[in-house]
Nanobody
Framework: QVRLVESGGGLVQPGGSLRLSCAASGSIAGVSRMGWYRQAPGKQRELVAT???????NSADSVKGRFTISRDNANYTVYLQMSSLKPEDTAVYYC???????????????WGQGTQVTVSS
């Protein structure tokens, strides 16, 4: 069984910073793309940022220059450093990854359970 477990969410004031972490665990043979998505109340889930196994990144225009995604390949962990947070960043943040389980040939897509980020004074 493979799991993605997020941590690091919470309440922060506008202009503040938070760092989210997501660790994949289980019988893992490989992890390719990892990323973060978010879903605000009443809105669709949207891409925040992704990072490939080689390190190339992609991020939404709304977070460029404020959020940085990175990963630790040895520990199957992805991070999202969020700075200059705005109230509109308030959402549940979900970790997502393409993972190949031990003994399997193909990658499958997995989601974490989500972590709440609230930006408010």
């Amino acid at each position: 069984q493979v799991r993605l477990v997020e941590s690091g969410g919470g309440l922060v004031q506008p202009g503040g910073s938070l760092r989210l972490s997501c660790a994949a665990s289980g019988s893992i043979a490989g992890v390719s793309r990892m990323g973060w998505y978010r879903q605000a109340p009443g809105k669709q889930r949207e891409l925040v940022a992704t990072v490939a196994s080689g390190g190339s990144t992609n991020s939404a225009d709304s977070v460029k220059g404020r959020f940085t995604i990175s990963r630790d390949n040895a520990n199957y962990t992805v991070y999202l450093q969020m700075s200059s947070l705005k109230p509109e960043d308030t959402a549940v943040y979900y970790c997502n990854a393409d993972i190949r389980r031990s003994g399997r040939l193909q990658y499958q897509n997995y989601w974490g359970q989500g972590t709440q980020v609230t930006v408010s004074s």
